[in-house]
């Protein structure tokens, strides 16, 4: 049975880790390791306790008491300032477990005297501040009395991880005459007398203009009809070159690098020249009719029945451009309200199989004023909950009452975010620290929620990563984040402005320049610039408290530089810090000593800077979880002491082209996690990188001359998955090596790459016997072999028994093998790709799975798409089969044949 639906507080989350931190066991060793007050520490407890057992009655009554209101924002700052308090008191203690301090044998008297009288200063000065934080806490709970604040009995909202995801594209209800009329001007080459059509839908946010657009976008019908399609988000913020340059690179199917406007209007010009073209521009904001006309030039080159389709809410935007009636889109009938929140709510249970439920649901609907963003929402809220009362607790809640002008948030959805669990709420509001429709993946959010703390540790003995997946899950379940492209996902603009509410006093987008104490601010963002001088950042001035400091790439530059006055000046001040992103500005070339006084960092992104190495102070960031260096291409060098980084879970370095060598001591780093080293030029893995056990991702094994680990070492790491390269083979591996290396044994590997070297191939049995030895899990889909220099593959390679699960195959540059696997009974195989096989004269009936003269199934069953780059050379009197009758039965395998 689901859990009751309680409107938890945003910050009991953040009381409840405090509380379960002070409880520990290590903290409390550490309290009397380091003589520092444990009844104070106690007295600590039992007050946040006292605190928390009120909350869930502040969150309900600070919707209609202002006063409420304030205590609660009051008490999420002191809350937060313990955290950072309690943080450092934690960072303190790695750093003694780290430097050793506790083995005084080691240390000289004058030293050790330093060292006590020191660090004692430290311990009492916390002593102090816990003491002061104490008393700060107090009154809190003697205003909690005025307020009459009570405990609210119940149960805790249980966090369900679905075991099924909502379909990405929303059920489209009620819209069927809609659609219907856009069709039939769609499809039309004369809806109007210009040669291109401008389709306008126009609604109030939330009514589905976007669903209604998709659903036309994706109409079987339309890529028959139209030569070209593109769909381009303008937003608010209106940029015309970047969205030309979406359209552009959509139409071309190729990046585009220009950033002159008039460039990309004439490239854009030609490619639309005599076509039939399919535009939408989503989410129209602009009024000014001379942008308009300047966008639009050149669609006029299109063949007569080109269409754009523009979505919007202002009905102004829509006059100014009309050539074809505008189509007003109307809110939804109750029941296709209901239609959509039962279908969100039971997902594919008979919602008739619960009248009782389907009666008061009907009204919920009602209450929905046809938003189908509030019916999807409002669904999610209630998915697989079954009981009466919690479904009439959500209709006769007072948030439906909130005046929705005071604060232009839709009452339904406000209801969707009170009724969230607590940690729900925090990684909800996180998300709109980004700008209105801004796409951003899921790995991202997962490690900066992990910066944040907002993930708790070893939950229900998951990983902080697996946990963090299973709440964003739950977020898109709910609606509360939508799909966006193939990998990526969004807010909608309302739900944005949800978050932004909630998190006022807390957050800050930098460009918005709200009237806001920046003392207390937490968390900041910004859209970079292409150069971001130092007045930029005066407002931060005196932002003591900030956690995040997240500079955002949203215009279509390809150089940003950021004032130096920032580095030096601004960012050692700011040592609260654990989310620091300077990715993607080019003019930062050296990390200053001083970050490493920003001792609470968990998250800092430094990719596609100009750094040449890293200095050693970043060693000290106890705390570091994630350190992100892809494409530094002028990086030489990671520090010696990486070691000491033992929070250190991911650590990405692909594009570092100047690299060619990882410190020797990273086999420490034992909280790795994730290690991305693709692209660049170390020569071999280091000594005992077995040692990296909680290791899931290793992008590539590079097997070293003489020095660093054999392939050997992979049998430690047992828990790899994704994709994996092990390169260089060619290096002197032993067969035994590629035994123990037990790749069979790695079931979560999904695609596999083993590639030799360039060079003349010294023992081609050896070769082969590696090979052998190397054979995968069966659970394998994607498998290349590049440069092997065996004579023949082993006869795993062509086992469907072996391979039941393989559906991409690239076998390259293996020039000395005489013949080609047997390919053909590989049951589910999609794409088929083979090349640079000089030796291969002809092909046999082995390769579509005949071994012993047996009758063979239809070969190559399932194949989609295949690719040869080689010739054969045919003698007269060839009794086995030509490559042209191979690449008959081939093609007539696949839907697609793409032979060159």
């Not at 407890?45 to 057992?53: D, G, P, S």
């Not at 430290?122 to 934080?133: A, D, H, P, R, T």
């Not at 977020?475 to 990526?488: I, N, P």
């Not at 520090?639 to 082209?657: E, F, Q, V, W, Y």
């Amino acid at each position: 049975m689901a859990a009751a639906l309680i409107g938890e507080a945003l910050i009991s989350a953040s009381i409840q880790v405090l509380c379960d931190r002070i409880a520990s066991a290590d903290f409390g060793d550490l309290f009397r390791q380091k003589k520092l007050d444990e009844p104070l520490l106690m007295k600590l407890k039992t007050t946040l306790l006292t605190l928390y057992a009120v909350l869930n009655d502040a969150e309900e009554k600070q919707i209609s008491n202002p006063a409420v209101r304030g205590w609660l924002d009051d008490l999420k700052h002191a809350v937060l300032d313990a955290e950072d308090l309690l943080d450092e008191i934690d960072t303190e203690a790695l750093r003694c477990k780290v430097e050793g301090e506790g083995q005084t044998d080691k240390l000289t008297n004058k030293v050790w005297s330093f060292f006590s009288t020191s660090r004692g200063h430290f311990y009492q000065s916390m002593n102090v501040e816990i003491q002061g934080l104490l008393q700060r806490l107090d009154g809190f709970v003697q205003q909690k009395v005025a307020l009459g604040l009570t405990e609210v009995v119940g149960r805790k909202v249980s966090q369900r991880t679905p075991t099924t995801s909502l379909i990405h594209e929303p059920f489209v209800y009620g819209r069927d005459k809609d659609k219907e009329n856009l069709s039939e001007v769609l499809f039309s080459d004369d809806a109007s007398e210009d040669d291109v059509s401008i389709i306008t839908i126009v609604g109030m946010g939330g009514v589905g203009k976007t669903t209604l657009a998709r659903a036309l976008y994706n109409d079987d019908k339309v890529k028959d009809h139209f030569t070209r399609k593109s769909w381009a988000c303008v937003s608010e913020d209106y940029d015309a070159i970047r969205v030309t340059k979406t359209l552009l690179e959509s139409v071309t199917s190729k990046p585009c690098m220009m950033t002159d406007l008039n460039m990309l209007q004439v490239e854009l010009r030609e490619q639309l020249k005599g076509k039939k073209f399919l535009f939408v521009l989503d989410d129209l904001w602009n009024e000014k009719y001379f942008d308009w006309k300047c966008l639009q030039t050149p669609f006029n080159s299109g063949a007569r029945g080109s269409k754009v389709i523009v979505t919007t809410r202002s009905e102004n935007v829509a006059s100014l451009m009309k050539n074809v009636p505008i189509q007003h889109l109307k809110p939804l009938s109750h029941e296709d309200c209901w239609m959509l929140l039962s279908k969100h709510a039971f997902g594919n249970e008979n919602h008739n199989a619960h009248p009782t439920l389907e009666e008061i649901g009907k009204k919920i609907a009602h209450k929905c004023n046809g938003l189908p963003l509030a019916a999807e929402t409002l669904g999610g809220l209630l998915r697989c909950q079954r009981d009466f009362q919690e479904w009439n607790k959500l209709l006769n809640s007072s948030l439906w009452e909130l005046p929705y002008d005071k604060s232009d948030i839709l009452p339904a959805l406000r209801l969707s975010y009170h009724y969230l669990p607590a940690q729900l709420k925090r990684c909800f509001v996180y998300c709109s620290i980004f700008p209105k429709d801004y796409q951003f993946k899921k790995e991202d959010m997962v490690l900066l929620w992990m910066a944040e703390g907002l993930i708790p540790q070893g939950f229900n003995g998951k990983r902080m990563e697996e946990t963090a997946r299973s709440y964003f899950d739950e977020l898109v379940s709910r609606s509360l984040l939508q799909k966006s492209g193939e990998d990526g996902f969004t807010m909608h603009d309302l739900l944005n402005d949800l978050g932004q509410f909630m998190s006022r006093g807390f957050f800050l987008r930098l460009e918005e320049r709200e009237s806001q104490e920046v003392k207390r601010l937490r968390h900041l963002s910004y859209a970079m610039g292409e150069i971001d001088a130092a007045k930029k950042f005066e407002p931060l001035d005196g932002a003591k408290s900030l956690r995040t400091f997240l500079p955002i790439s949203i215009y279509d530059l390809f150089f940003f530089h950021i004032s130096k006055k920032f580095l030096h000046d601004l960012l050692p001040s700011l040592k609260r810090l654990r989310v620091l992103s300077l990715s993607r500005y080019l003019n930062v070339a050296e990390v200053p000593d001083s970050v490493g006084n920003l001792i609470h960092l968990r998250y800092l992104d430094l990719s596609e800077t100009a750094i040449v190495s890293l200095p050693g102070a970043v060693c000290t960031l106890y705390n570091l979880q994630t350190l992100l260096l892809s494409d530094c291409y002028a990086l030489i060098e990671l520090p010696a002491d990486m070691r000491k980084l033992i929070n250190l879970r991911k650590l990405t370095l692909a594009g570092c082209s100047s690299l060619t060598k990882l410190p020797a001591d990273m086999r420490e780093l034992s909280s790795l996690h994730y290690l991305d080293v693709s692209g660049t030029k170390i020569e071999g893995m280091p000594v005992e990188i077995g040692r990296l056990k909680c290791l899931r991702t290793l992008t590539d094994f590079v097997v070293g001359k003489s020095t660093g680990s054999s392939i050997g070492e992979l049998r430690e790491l047992q828990h790899l998955q994704g994709r994996l390269r092990i390169s260089k083979l060619h290096n002197g591996v032993h067969v035994v090596d590629a035994l123990e290396a037990n790749l069979k044994d790695k079931k979560e590997l999904k695609d596999l790459e083993l590639a030799w070297g360039v060079e003349e191939a010294d023992d081609s049995q050896k070769e082969r016997d590696v090979l052998d030895k190397l054979q995968p899990s069966a659970n394998l889909e994607k498998l290349t072999i590049r440069f092997y220099g065996g004579f023949s593959f082993p006869n795993w390679l062509g086992s469907s028994n072996s391979f039941s699960n393989i559906q991409f195959m690239c076998i390259s540059d293996c020039k000395y093998c005489l013949s080609l696997p047997s390919f053909g009974q590989l049951p589910i195989l999609k794409k088929l790709r083979i090349e640079g096989m000089n030796f291969v004269t002809k092909v046999g009936d082995e390769f579509y799975g005949d071994l012993n003269g047996a009758s063979v199934i239809q070969p190559f069953r399932s194949l989609k798409k295949w690719r040869s780059m080689f010739r054969l050379s045919l003698s007269p009197g060839d009794e086995n089969m030509e490559l042209s009758e191979a690449e008959r039965i081939l093609a007539q395998s696949s839907s697609l044949l793409e032979n060159t």
